[in-house]
DNA sequence: AAAATAATTGTTTAAAATACAATTATTCAG
DNA sequence: CTGAATAATTGTATTTTAAACAATTATTTT
């Protein structure tokens, strides 16, 4: 069959704005750049489409060959085409949002990608547009997080519900009634309640949930207006 | 400056998925593929990027050449990077989806495209992924329009309560108390209330509104939860 | 055994959404 | 003209949901 005539043909890339949750903050993942141009300054993990790849497969393997992880959740965020945005030649960009759990992303021994969490009010300068991405991908979680439960991605697999609100209250930057918290995510049906507790960060202890595999897909509405008002959320409108 | 070498380079296009309302239909432009493959059948109307622009000017531009329309809502959707979707050769496609008041869309004189509008329901088969393109504009359409105000994109610029009442009765196959949803869309302070009346439509008559553009933007999540619970929303859930 | 702490449960108040009824402005048939 | 018909608009009562804040409970430490 004859192919399309007279067409660019340009490079295509996956970047990963990578996520994670330590118990405290909300980090960022990037790494240093090993090669011309910019080489040595910080950068999202990314990587070209190879030929037999599709952009969700380049994303995953992307992503593992950093942290080692599959299972993931990663979404596809907002593909970035302009023609100057990178230097070297012209390269569109799909990026991507990952959320781990960052205790599980131990550092390897070698590093060979000198990878470095930065907490989000402290990313350093990033080549290129990815601080664009960054800040998109930031906005998008706000949004996203406020309708569907996509913020267990973020934790371990059994969690405390103060630990949960710690995560919300940290990622909508203010803080919220224990009482109306707790009861609004139990509400939801989405949580499994276990026999132990967590002794460690309070004297009473806090009951551990598990997330209910199950419900999660019937139940992704019913988190629907979880937050109501968030501050300053609107998916970036980018109505041209 | 050196290339990056040994990487794949491939084409990249835009495909634009868009809507239109008639005043009783949501209807979707689709055009006759004028060339091999897949000639004569219908297609979303699209375009190569070209070397000097980003995907946004394409789409854009790709609007413009098929509806003469420019301004027009537009936003980007999705990006489709299998490897096989176009049998051609290997072309990523980013789609973009566009809201049109449809009567502002008179078919040319030439009809260089063979363009026609088809009612949601009665969408013909279409080429490579162009139903998947469709499936998760739709639902993108329904997603955001339950929380921001991008259904008047659809409407003239004047228009009454009971006719956007009939859009958002369309777009969410179900109906709506007259008395609720005339207040609940007051409320949101987007309207402003002209002197003229429609009295085609009605004996008593129906009050034209325009869009408060100065407040648009500012009230753009007052119109979060406008509706609260649409039946099977939830944007693609695109988690790998 | 009492004090301290933080989780959990309870109660009250306020706000929003929904259902449905009443009123109003207009046209059209007789 | 007059009143029946129609559909927009306004009104009211009920229910649901959210928010504020107080009380209780389980546990550890002194």
Redesign the pocket.
Known sequence: MTKYQKQTRLLAAVDCIIFGFDGQKLNLLVIQRAFEPEINNWSLMGGFIQTDESADEAAVRVLKKLTGLEGVYLEQLYTFADPLRDPVERTISIAYFALIDSNLYKKQLTDEYHAEWFPLEEIPDLIFDHKKMVLMAKENLRYKAALHPILFELLPPMF???LLQSLFEEVYETTF????F???V??TGLLIKQKE?D?V???????YYKLDKKHYKKNFNKFL?FI??PEGISKTNTSL
């Open positions: 405390t519900i103060p009634d224990k009482g109306n707790s009861r609004k139990i509400s507790k002794k960060n309070s004297k009473k202890g806090a009951f207006h109501r008002n």
